[in-house]
């Protein structure tokens, strides 16, 4: 089994770009030391410690719907719940390794895990 560097998710509401068109499906590496490193660096995050989010997930996002190179105005862009969905998304990866979460039934008590990359799209 190969290590897994890349994960996919489906943001809750999604990005309109600016044709109006929506992108939900999404892929995100793991990120790197100098992912996490090189942020501090831009002017945006020394002005607002707040903007480092916002460059950090446009380093580590592969992939938005057609959108292939993603710039900070990107996630700029996402509306709040799916900023929130990616940053516990990057977390859950980056922290352990993958994107189920635990979680039990309230009626039966069966465990059974639930995968985050397509939690949020489905009904």
Do not use: W
Request: aromatic share 8%; charged share 25%; proline share 4%.
């Amino acid at each position: 089994m190969a290590f897994q560097t890349e994960f996919k998710f489906t943001l809750p509401k999604g990005f309109v770009d600016k044709d109006g068109n929506l992108h939900r499906e999404g892929l995100m590496r793991l990120a790197t030391a100098k992912d996490e490193i090189a942020p501090l660096q831009d002017y945006r995050v020394q002005a607002n410690r707040a903007y480092l989010v916002i460059i950090l997930l446009s380093r580590v996002i592969v992939k938005l719907g057609t959108v292939d190179h993603i710039r900070p105005d990107h996630i700029e862009g996402l509306f709040s719940s799916d900023l929130a969905y990616l940053q516990d998304f990057y977390r859950k990866i980056n922290e352990e390794g993958s994107a189920k979460l635990p979680a039990k039934c309230p009626s039966c008590g069966h465990e059974f895990e639930v995968d985050m990359g397509g939690v949020a799209g489905e009904s």
